[in-house]
């Protein structure tokens, strides 16, 4: 059983940026690919990011490219989204994932609650 808790949201001018902290516990190892994705009003949940735990593998949608990144501290658990040059398209809901599969399949198997992300143009 894992659990993930986000943070780090908030509201951020156009250009600006974050970083959110999805920190994990329970049962997580190098087995686990953690990722990012987010849902705005509307729309369905995308992906952003993903990373292995062991390896430090990462992916990127091509919308976040070269403006987001993904990273992890396993000393703490807790995997990391650095967001610059921030849309308003990048206005959503933010949750981490974690899945045994996710590099290989895409699948996920836990998610946290989400944190809010708002850029205002």
């Known amino acids: 059983q894992v659990q993930l808790v986000e943070s780090g949201g908030g509201l951020v001018q156009a250009g600006g940026s974050l970083r959110l902290s999805c920190a994990a516990s329970?049962?997580?190892?190098?087995?686990?690919?953690m990722g990012w994705f987010r849902q705005a009003p509307g729309n369905e949940r995308e992906f952003v990011a993903r990373?292995?735990?062991?390896?430090?593998?990462?992916y990127y949608t091509d919308s976040v490219k070269g403006r987001f990144t993904i990273s992890r501290d396993n000393t703490k658990n807790t995997v990391y989204l650095q967001m610059n040059s921030l849309k308003p398209e990048d206005t959503a809901v933010y949750y981490c994932?974690?899945?045994?599969?996710?590099?290989?399949?895409?699948?996920?198997?836990?998610w946290g609650q989400g944190t809010q992300v708002t850029v205002s143009s």
């Open positions: 994932a974690a899945g045994l599969f996710a590099w290989t399949k895409g699948t996920y198997d836990y």
């Open positions: 990373i292995t735990w062991s390896g430090n593998r990462t």
């Open positions: 329970g049962r997580t190892g190098s087995s686990y690919t």
